[in-house]
């Protein structure tokens, strides 16, 4: 980060591949078209780019503190929508030619999407970060601005909402 | 280090941990993953619960496959970065090393010139200032007095009463 804020273009290449893919995701699940998703992506590395110098100033690691850029690009961006647009199920049911388990799994990942584009805001949020991105728990709660208790409070209540509509799918 | 790091937890507290990170003890804390999973080997009640986390996780990870990094967007960001504000990047950290450069930076050519022409301001003033106390008159010893020729140099009063000098311009070139 030291190199990005001197403008080496290399070492923040380098950033940008690393996180590029999980962050993008991470918008995903909010903004809910792909395009929108990148230009957030796009928006917080040119944030990272700018203020490169004041990153150790904020006490996070990188990682938390992209997403910490990554995830208030996002809310500002669904409070201009409204409606909120609904997620995108990322999986195309195209073929009909499938394979009974890749259909089976892209099933599942469409219920499990559309479970979770469900969950209130927080939870999804807590459950993206530890989840999907692999933040730990202290670096999530920092990205949220809550303490560790309050994190784990939104994960057991967004876990325990996707098992039971889960359970309630395969009952029907 | 988590032999190190662990923390004493209670059976209650590793249900927890199952209903908040899920089953794979890689996504507990630190400082407590050495006990809970000493504490889910001797017990078969959190076990299970292990397992129907596990359930869940399995489909959560289904659900969050994915795609390899795009390299064109990799491409788009890095060649559509605006100039970073290198004022604004080194301002907290590097500030006084921008602060010595700027002095060094105006030490160079732009400071000669400054510097010549504080000198030569400076020049023209003591002679002035030399001209002007030769032009003093010898005879002011108080201050009432030095105040008042003061006066009559600035405002170019001139006291002809009982001075000989010739009160106009022709005068003075012997011309009246």
Redesign the interface.
Known sequence: MMAV???D?GA??EI??RH???L??FALRYVGRRPDA?DV??EA??RL??????WQ?QGFSLRSWIYRIAYNLCIDELRKRKPVTPVEDEVSLTSGEQPDAELY?SQ??T???AA?GELPERQRTA?ML???QGL??QDAAAVMEINVEAL?SL??RA??T??NK?VETDNE | MNSKMAKLISPERVVELLECYGANPEAWPDDERTTALALIQHSTELQNLQREAGQLDKFLTNAGMQEPADLELVSRIVNNLPVQDKAKNSGKRHGSTVAKRSLFEFSGWTGMLAASVAVFVITLSITDLHQSSSLQPQSIESQAELDYWMWQQVTGEADNDDDEEPATVLALFGLE
């Open positions: 804020a001197q403008g273009k923040f290449t940008v591949t590029l893919t999980p993008v995701h990148e992506a796009q590395f040119i780019w700018n203020h490169a110098s004041s100033d799994r599942q990942q219920r499990v999407s979770l459950l530890c989840v999907y730990s728990n784990e994960l057991a876990r325990r996707l098992r889960m």
